[in-house]
C-alpha cells in the first residue's frame, strides 16, 4: 500500500529547499574576489569600488584568506582598487551590466620595494590612475600606519654647498667686499619628498673716513614638501637691506611667501598668499623721479582651478586680490584725496581642439579697482603645421579704461621680466604672434611679437640679484610697447649645447606728472635683453654670457624750451664660467667652480646715488660648489 507522506516530512521538505535555495539568492548581486600576492593572500587589505559615472564610493576590507564581497553594486563602470601599506595599489575597470550579475575579481598586488625598479609599475605612478576620492583615504591609512611606525624612513638623502666671495662696486659708490653661500638639503621622508635651501650674500665696504660705511645683505630661505595625495606646499622667505650712497638712510626689501598645489588626475588646484613689505626701495632709481612712496606694505592673494572637461576641452578659473598701504608723506601723491590701494581680478579661460590640429582658446578678465570694474575678453587660436612647426595668435582688449590713472603715479604692480612676457596682467590691450618648431615635444626655436598697451603702473625688474636693484623700468598708464621675442636651441655638435633667448622692446606714450613737476610728460622706454648659454658636455664646462640695456626718458609735452628728463639708461655684461671637476678623475663628490664676472655703465640720477654716464662699475666672483 502506498503511503503519502506526513505534515512533518512535507515541512522538512520545504525547509530542505529553501535552505538549498538560501546560497544562490545570497551570491546575487556580489562581486567578490580575493587581494594577494603572487604567493600568498593579503589579510586586512582595503578594498574600493568607485563608480565613475555618479562618483560614489564603496569600501571593503578583506578577511583572513583574502578575500571581500561588494553586495548589490549598481550598474555602471568602477574602478576597483586595492591597497595595503608596503604594496603597489592594484587598480581594475569592471563593468556591470545589471546590479544582479555576479561577478569574480582578483586582485594581486606587487611589494612596492620591488615595484621600484619598473618605472611603469612603481608606487607613484600606479597611483596617478587612483581617483581623488579613493587617493584621500589611502593617504589617512598611509599616515595611520607611518605613526604607528617607531621611526621616520629617510632615503635618498642629498646634499649640497656653494660658497662665494669677490668684489663688487656695482651696488654702491664704493668698492665692497662681497661674501656668501648657499646649502641644500633633499630627502625622501616616508615617501614624502622633502626640499630645504638658504643663501646669504653679505656686502661691507671698506672704512673710509671720507665716505659712509656702506654695508648690506640678501638672504633667502626656501622649505619645499611635496608627495602625498600629490600635494605640494612651499615657503619662500627674503630678506634684504642695503645703505644708501649718502648712509643716512637703508632701502629693504622683505617678502613671505606661502603655495599649495594638488595635481589631481585631470584636474589641478593652487593658492598662494604673499606678504611684501619695503623701505626706500621701488622709490630708488626712476622711482626717485616718478614720484613713488618711500615705503609699501602690500598683500597679495592667488588662486585657480583648471581640470579637463572632455578630451577636446580645458577650462581654468581663478582670482588674484592685492591690498598695498603707502608711507605716504608728500601730498601731492594723492589724486582727489584717494589712492586707490586694493585690486581684484577674477578669471576664466578654456580652450577646445576643433580639430587635432587647431586649438581654440578665449577667456575672460574682470578687474576691481577703486570702485570701477573693467572686463578684458581674450581670443586665441594654435595650429599645428605639419609635425614640428606650430603658430599660435592671441589678442585681448579691455572694454573699460579708467582716464584717472594717467594723472599720477600712485599704486602700482612688480613683475620681473622673465615672468612676464604674455598677455596677462596690467594690460589694457594685448596682441600676441608666435611661431615654433618642436622635435621630440621640445621647443627648438621661437619666434615672437608681443604688443601691450598698460593700465596700472608696473616697475618691471630685469635682474633677480638683490644688488641690482638699478636694473628696472617704470612702465605707466597708457604706455604701448611692442616687442620682439627670439629663443633658439641647438646643438652645434654631438657635445655642444646652447641656447639664444632675445627680447626688444621699445615705446612708451604714459603721461604722468613728476612729484616737483606742474606740467605733464611722455613717457618712453627702451630695453634690449640678451643671452646665450653654451654647454660643453665632453668637457663639463658651462658658458653663460648676458647683455642688457635699459633706458628710460621722459619727454615734457607742452611748448616750453624744457629738456627732457633722464630717468635711466644702463647697460650690464655678464660673463659667468662654470666647470665640473669630475672631469679630473673620480670624485667622491661632485665638485663644481664658478667664476661671475660683471662690467656696469650708465646713468642713474638719483641724489646720492647718482652715477656718471662713462663710470665703468663691476663685480667679479668666485665660487666652490659641492654636492653628496
Known sequence: MRRFPTSQSVAALIAALVMCALPAAADEGVVSGQVRTASHPLPASQVYAYQLADLTLRKATTDEAGRFAFKSLPAGLYKIVAFKPGFVPGVALLTRASAKAVQILDVELRDQGAAAADSAADFWTVRQQIPTDVLRDIDFALAADESAGSSPRIDNLRAGVRAVTGVDSMATAQTAQLSGGEVELASEIDNVN?????????????????????????????????G????????????????TASGKERMGLQSQRLSWSRDGER????????????????????GSRLALPPGSRAWNLEGSYSTDISERSTMEAGFRYRDRVFELVHNDLLLNGVLPQERVEVF?????????????????????????LSFMPQG?????????????????????????????????????????????????????????????????????????????????????????YRENLQLVHGDAVPELQIALTQRLSPTILARLESNLGAGGGGILTLADREHGYENEVRYFVTSLDTQFERSATGVFVAFHQLEQRLSPL???????????????LQLMLTQDLAVLGDLA???????????????VPTGGDATLADEIRSRITGGLAVRF
Open 194 to 226: 622633502v626640499d630645504v635651501s638658504g643663501s646669504y650674500l653679505a656686502l661691507e665696504a671698506a672704512r673710509d673716513l671720507h665716505l659712509p660705511a656702506t654695508d648690506g645683505y640678501s638672504q633667502t630661505l626656501s622649505v619645499d614638501v611635496s
Open 228 to 243: 602625498v595625495g600629490a600635494n605640494r606646499i612651499r615657503m619662500t622667505t627674503v630678506d634684504n637691506s642695503l645703505s
Open 267 to 286: 584636474h589641478r588646484s593652487q593658492v598662494a598668499a604673499q606678504y611684501t613689505e619695503e623701505d626706500n626701495f621701488y622709490a630708488r632709481g626712476g
Open 348 to 372: 576664466g579661460r578654456g580652450g577646445t581642439s576643433l580639430v587635432p590640429a587647431v586649438l581654440v582658446e578665449y577667456g575672460v578678465y574682470s578687474t576691481m579697482r577703486d570702485g570701477t
Open 380 to 468: 586665441g587660436l594654435v595650429m599645428r603645421l605639419g609635425d614640428s612647426w606650430r603658430a599660435s595668435t592671441s589678442a585681448g582688449v579691455k572694454m573699460h579704461d579708467d582716464p584717472l590713472e594717467a594723472r599720477r603715479v600712485n599704486d602700482f604692480h612688480t613683475a620681473y621680466f622673465r615672468d612676464y612676457a604674455s598677455c596677462e596682467r596690467a594690460t589694457a590691450e594685448c596682441y600676441q604672434v608666435v611661431l615654433a618648431r618642436f622635435v621630440d615635444d621640445q621647443e627648438k626655436l621661437s619666434i615672437g611679437a608681443l604688443h601691450r598697451r598698460f593700465d596700472e603702473t608696473l616697475r618691471l625688474q630685469f635682474d633677480q640679484n638683490f644688488f641690482n
Open 558 to 572: 607742452d611748448d616750453q624750451p624744457r629738456p627732457a628728463e633722464q630717468i635711466l639708461e644702463l647697460e650690464r
Open 589 to 603: 663628490a661632485d665638485w663644481a667652480v664658478q667664476l661671475n664676472m660683471e662690467l656696469s655703465r650708465g646713468f
